[in-house]
């Protein structure tokens, strides 16, 4: 346990001290909003990838894996299919047009040019509807996050939240955009190395991949063995409604605005490589962890606690809080996202934007 309350405090004393760093880089709105739109492609990759993936990521596919077994394999193509419709077809467009039109939110974006008289209504509307949203998904990603410090650290779980809140609050607070992105992609690289590390450790207790695979193969034969439904239309509508996951990456703000901050087409095709790649490990090593953690935890209650419960099983404590480092960071990396699009929103959005002479 003192292993993993030390890794947490140099953690969360990391994030604080990438939050004093990116304070020294914001000299203009430009700068606090979009980062001066000087976004290299590894950082625009990895701390848009880590916004996008909250702790659904590792601990809600891992979940599903361990619950629904061989099925969950349908969950890979369904979230990467979300990040080649960002990269491939939304981040070139955007980045390309909002430098045009020098827009530093998506609201102010997609709201018209300036002189545009719908423009103001148009501005506020979109950021009554971010705040709105973001206000429970926000408050939700501070309460993961105190119930994993509860958890961990046996404290009370609102003076966790409180703790947990006010370390996003501060370093958003003093870097902004910078801060947000950097801090997103040291989370977005812990999250890899969970999704690398534990998962291959995992298979190799099972057994390796043919006894991971013959575990997965159901009594009752080949029947609904890839979709677990019993007819072909429900099948057909199990992968359908598992594509609809990838369909909702391109639809947030708080992950598109790095396509709207990053430097140029070379780092969007750099950052597209990343991006994609870093998809497939996140996913893949969560699928195969929820499949081992069938064979290694029978008695298991709730499938989304196989990643904590993987973790203390197969790792020293050191490592173990590394990887509830990693979860962690899924949540922080989403709602320091979130916060800075919500304070551009009350700060900038509502105010109409840049001067448009109205």
């Not at 650290?153 to 609050?169: C, K, R, S, T, W």
């Not at 950097?182 to 998962?199: E, H, I, R, W, Y």
């Amino acid at each position: 346990m003192t292993g993993i309350i030390i890794t947490l405090i140099a953690y969360q004393v990391l994030m604080l001290g990438i939050g004093w760093w990116a304070s020294k880089r914001n000299t203009d709105s430009a700068d606090f909003y979009l980062g001066g739109r000087r976004l290299g492609g590894l950082v625009a990759a990895l701390s848009a990838s880590a916004s996008s993936s909250s702790a659904w990521s590792l601990l809600g596919v891992s979940g599903a894996a361990f619950a629904w077994g061989l099925p969950a394999i349908w969950l890979i193509p369904a979230t990467v299919l979300g990040f080649c419709i960002n990269w491939f077809l939304i981040a070139p467009r955007l980045s390309r047009q909002s430098r045009e039109n020098g827009a530093l939110t998506l609201t102010e974006f997609i709201a018209g040019p300036p002189g545009d008289p719908a423009r103001r209504i148009m501005m506020r509307l979109g950021a009554a509807v971010i705040l709105f949203s973001f206000t429970f998904y926000i408050a939700a990603q501070f309460q993961a996050a105190g119930k994993t410090f509860a958890s961990v650290l046996e404290v009370d779980q609102a003076v966790a939240i409180v703790v947990g809140a006010a370390v996003v609050l501060v370093y958003v607070w003093l870097g902004g955009f910078w801060a947000a992105s950097v801090t997103d992609s040291v989370q977005g690289l812990l999250m890899a190395l969970c999704a690398l590390l534990l998962p291959l450790i995992a298979l190799v207790s099972v057994g390796g991949p043919a006894e991971l695979a013959a575990s997965l193969v159901p009594d009752r034969g080949g029947e609904g063995i890839w979709t677990g439904q019993a007819s072909l239309p429900a099948a057909i509508g199990f992968v359908f409604g598992l594509f609809g996951i990838g369909l909702g990456y391109p639809g947030q703000p708080h992950v598109v605005n790095r396509f709207m901050a990053i430097r140029d087409e070379r780092a969007i095709r750099t950052g597209r490589r990343i991006a994609i790649t870093w998809a497939m490990i996140i996913y893949t090593g969560m699928v195969t962890l929820g499949w081992c953690g069938r064979v290694l935890v029978t008695d298991l209650g709730d499938g989304e606690q196989v990643l904590f419960v993987m973790a203390t099983l197969l790792l020293p404590a050191l490592a173990a809080g590394i990887m509830v480092s990693a979860i962690l960071s899924a949540i922080m990396s989403t709602a320091d996202s979130q916060l800075l699009v919500a304070a551009s929103s009350v700060s900038h959005d509502f105010q109409g934007g840049r001067d448009d002479g109205n």
